[in-house]
């Protein structure tokens, strides 16, 4: 049941962080070959900070 709940918030988690980055690349105006790895690095971070968190969570139940 933890699992399945984590995988949805971070989902919806990741969503809402991809939708901010683009707004900010597109008002920033950075040139569209950085995009890709703009959004690499950002959802490698904060995969980084799910998975911390879904240890976090388990080791403490």
């Known amino acids: 049941m933890l699992l399945l709940v984590v995988v949805l ?19 920033k105006e950075i040139p569209e070959e950085k995009h890709a790895k703009i959004f690499r690095t ?4 904060i995969t980084i900070l799910l ?8 080791v403490a139940m």
């Open 9 to 27: 918030f971070s989902v919806f988690y990741l969503f809402q962080i991809n939708r901010m980055t683009y707004a900010l690349v597109t008002q």
């Open 42 to 45: 950002i959802n490698v971070l």
């Open 51 to 58: 998975v911390s968190f879904y240890v976090e969570v388990s």
